[in-house]
């Protein structure tokens, strides 16, 4: 009987379920609102706190690595410069080495030249004392032989050393000056 009194209540008024009560509507709309400040108040501030610290790591992290690309980029252009200025003073180190090696063979062959000029004058020095010494030999022996044959000739003695050696010395100065006439003649 209780379901029959509520259904005939129910039919006496005619509800539209679509359409929402007003109480329904007031209380709906107070919650919101008091959602709305709950949210205003409390939820979005720390959105925006969390969004803005966000936006600051990220703007700070685009800052470092601009700063970083930056600093990467100077210090490429110092390791370039110094790497031209080793390059540079490389090929100043190889050019004055070559000079360096110029010079050390440039005073090698003078020291050489040298040396050899000094053999050179050292022999014809020896070559001079050896043929003063075989003119000596040979006058000796000259002086022997022609002592031997003008005594033969002459029939007298010519072993006194000081006629000796007059005689020799006579008989090669004659000697030396019909061959300097001979050869001037020739």
Same mark, same amino acid.
Do not use: C, W
């Given at each position: 009987?209780?379901? &029959?009194?509520?259904?005939?209540?129910?039919?006496?008024?005619?509800?539209?379920? =679509?359409?929402?009560?007003? &109480? #329904?509507?007031? $209380?709906? *709309?107070?919650? *919101?609102?008091?959602? $709305? *400040?709950?949210?205003?108040?409390?939820?979005?501030?720390?959105?925006?706190?969390?969004? #803005?610290?966000?936006?600051? !790591?990220?703007?700070?992290? =685009?800052?470092?690595?601009?700063?970083?690309?930056?600093?990467?980029?100077?210090?490429? %252009? #110092?390791? !370039?410069?110094?790497?031209?200025?080793?390059?540079?003073?490389?090929? !100043? =180190?190889?050019?004055?080495?070559?000079?360096?090696?110029? +010079?050390?063979?440039?005073? @090698?062959?003078?020291?050489?030249?040298?040396?050899?000029?000094?053999?050179? %004058?050292?022999? +014809?020095?020896? $070559?001079?004392?050896?043929?003063?010494?075989?003119?000596?030999?040979?006058?000796?022996?000259?002086?022997?032989?022609?002592?031997?044959?003008?005594?033969?000739?002459?029939?007298?003695?010519?072993?006194?050393?000081?006629?000796?050696?007059? %005689?020799?010395?006579? *008989?090669?100065?004659? @000697?030396?000056?019909?061959?300097? %006439?001979?050869?001037?003649?020739?």
């Amino acid at each position: 009987m209780l379901n &029959s009194v509520l259904f005939l209540a129910a039919e006496g008024e005619t509800h539209n379920p =679509i359409i929402p009560d007003i &109480s #329904e509507l007031i $209380l709906g *709309f107070v919650a *919101f609102l008091i959602l $709305l *400040f709950v949210l205003k108040k409390f939820v979005v501030p720390r959105f925006e706190k969390a969004y #803005e610290e966000r936006a600051q !790591k990220i703007e700070g992290g =685009i800052e470092r690595a601009e700063k970083a690309q930056a600093e990467a980029e100077a210090a490429l %252009t #110092e390791y !370039k410069a110094q790497l031209a200025d080793a390059r540079s003073e490389a090929a !100043k =180190i190889r050019d004055d080495a070559r000079l360096e090696a110029e +010079q050390i063979k440039a005073e @090698l062959r003078a020291n050489a030249e040298a040396e050899a000029q000094r053999i050179v %004058t050292q022999g +014809q020095a020896q $070559l001079q004392a050896q043929k003063a010494q075989i003119v000596t030999e040979l006058r000796a022996e000259l002086g022997r032989n022609a002592v031997e044959l003008a005594g033969r000739i002459v029939g007298e003695s010519l072993e006194d050393e000081a006629r000796r050696r007059g %005689t020799v010395d006579r *008989f090669l100065a004659e @000697l030396e000056t019909s061959g300097a %006439t001979n050869g001037a003649g020739k």
